[in-house]
C-alpha cells in the first residue's frame, strides 16, 4: 500500500482525508467532544515498512477561540490541545488494510483517553513568555475559562505598555478579542 492507499482506507473507516499546505496527508475524525487529528505517512525500511503519524486532539470550542482571538477565522485545522508524546505506529513486511485499522482505532482510543478540561487549564497556567503559538492558546484557555479578571489585567499591562512578556505578536486587538470570548462564555 502506498500513502494514497492509506488516505483512501482512512477514508474508508470515516476519516475526512486531506493534504495540509506542504503536501503531507492529514485525516480528521469529529467524535461527540473532541476531533482527533492526525498527520500520517509511509516509511519503507530496508526490510519493513512503516506506518507512522503524528496524532493531537482538538475540541470545536478551543479551535473557534484560537481562531477568534488570532483573527484568522479561515484556519483550515485546529489548535492541537494534547499531543500525542509516542503516537503509534505499526510495521509490517507490506502495509494492508489491516494495517491502517489498527492504526485507525488506536489514534481513536488515544483520543478517547485524553483529558480535554485538564488540556485547557494546563494551556491557561502558561507563561506569558511562552514561545510559539502557545500564547493563543494560552489566552484561549483563559477565555474558555471565563477568567475575565485575569484578561483584563493583561489588557489593562499591554495598553500602558507593559507586554508582560509575551512574544512580539500578541497585540492588544488579541488579548481584548480573548476578552470578548471569555465575556461571549459568561453565563
Known amino acids: 500500500m502506498n500513502v494514497k492507499q492509506v488516505a483512501s482506507s482512512l477514508a474508508a473507516v470515516g476519516w475526512s482525508v486531506g493534504r ?67 503516537p503509534p505506529e505499526l510495521r509490517a513486511k507490506e502495509i494492508s488494510g489491516a494495517e491502517v485499522e489498527a492504526l485507525s482505532a488506536a489514534a481513536w482510543q488515544w483520543a478517547v483517553e485524553q483529558d480535554i478540561g485538564q488540556a485547557i487549564i494546563d494551556y491557561s497556567r502558561l507563561p506569558t513568555s511562552a514561545p510559539g503559538a502557545r500564547p493563543i492558546w494560552h489566552l484561549a484557555a483563559l477565555a474558555i475559562l471565563r477568567d475575565v479578571e485575569r484578561l483584563e489585567a493583561y489588557l489593562s499591562s499591554m495598553r500602558a505598555g507593559d507586554r508582560l512578556g509575551f512574544v512580539n505578536y500578541v497585540s492588544v486587538d488579541m488579548i481584548a478579542r480573548a476578552l470578548k470570548v471569555a465575556e461571549s462564555n459568561t453565563p
Do not use: W
Open 20 to 86: 495540509d499546505n506542504v503536501g503531507d496527508f492529514f485525516a480528521e475524525q469529529d467524535l461527540v467532544d473532541r476531533r482527533i487529528q492526525m498527520v500520517f505517512g509511509i516509511r519503507n525500511l530496508s526490510e519493513e515498512t512503516v506506518l507512522y503519524c503524528a496524532l493531537s486532539v482538538t475540541t470545536e470550542i478551543f479551535s473557534n477561540a484560537c481562531a477568534e482571538i488570532s483573527g484568522d477565522r479561515a484556519q483550515q485545522h485546529g489548535d492541537p490541545l494534547v499531543r500525542a508524546l509516542r
